[in-house]
């Protein structure tokens, strides 16, 4: 009898602490602040800075790194678009989960939205230029992919889809982006708005 493979014989198990236990306890809503955009345009930025303020309030959250993601539960999946889409269907958790990852093609994102309800799934856009990431470069791939040297390159020899109706949408303002608080501070107003913040 094998044990390797998928297994057959499995079953969910319910549990009397469930989500809305949890969320009671911690006075607040559990959600995904999925932060999507190109390499470069400050996903982990804006994920880190919104951890920190949220961890300010008293409020729980948790990073799922793409880059971090792909050194652990993810590691051995590529950049190719099935792998980009497997390393996204591995990502669920519950509290305040904030999402930092290039994911680049709608239908994926749409998958992870349609795995909650759409309120609890707030898609945050980081608008930003080609030119602005390229020009920032922190691990100097926009290069390596402008010489070739890397393949399916999303912005440069792979398409990148930007969201049709994101919860939020961040850009720069008269060629100025916006600071890591500024931009955390919208993302918490979006939550205390919709109640997130308190149960």
């Known amino acids: 009898m094998s044990t390797l493979g998928n297994s057959t014989n499995i079953f969910w198990h319910e549990c009397p602490v ?21 390499s470069g345009s400050g996903k982990s930025t804006l994920a880190c800075s919104l951890s920190r303020e949220l961890h300010s309030r008293g409020k729980l959250s948790y990073v799922l790194d793409g880059d971090n993601l792909r050194h652990g539960l993810n590691k051995g ?4 678009a099935e792998d ?23 239908k994926d994102r749409d998958a992870c ?12 856009f980081m608008n930003m230029p080609l030119s602005l990431c390229e020009l920032r470069d922190p691990k100097g791939l926009y290069k390596l992919a402008r010489a ?12 990148y889809e930007p969201p049709l109706n994101c919860e939020i949408e961040i850009q720069e303002k008269d060629g100025v982006c916006p600071s890591p608080s500024t931009m955390a501070g919208q993302v918490v107003s979006y939550l205390e708005d919709k109640g997130f913040l308190h149960q």
Not at 77 to 80: D, I, M
Not at 84 to 106: F, K
């Open 113 to 124: 939205r349609a795995m909650l309800t759409d309120a609890n799934f707030i898609e945050v």
């Open 77 to 80: 999946l590529g950049f190719s």
């Open 84 to 106: 980009r889409t497997e390393n996204i269907r591995r990502v669920d958790a519950g509290l305040i989960c904030i999402a930092s990852l290039i994911s680049p093609y709608r």
């Open 18 to 38: 469930g989500n809305s236990e949890r969320q009671k306890l911690l006075n607040q809503k559990g959600c995904v602040v999925w932060i999507t955009g190109l």
């Open 148 to 159: 070739g040297k890397i393949k399916g390159f999303t912005g440069i020899d792979d398409p």
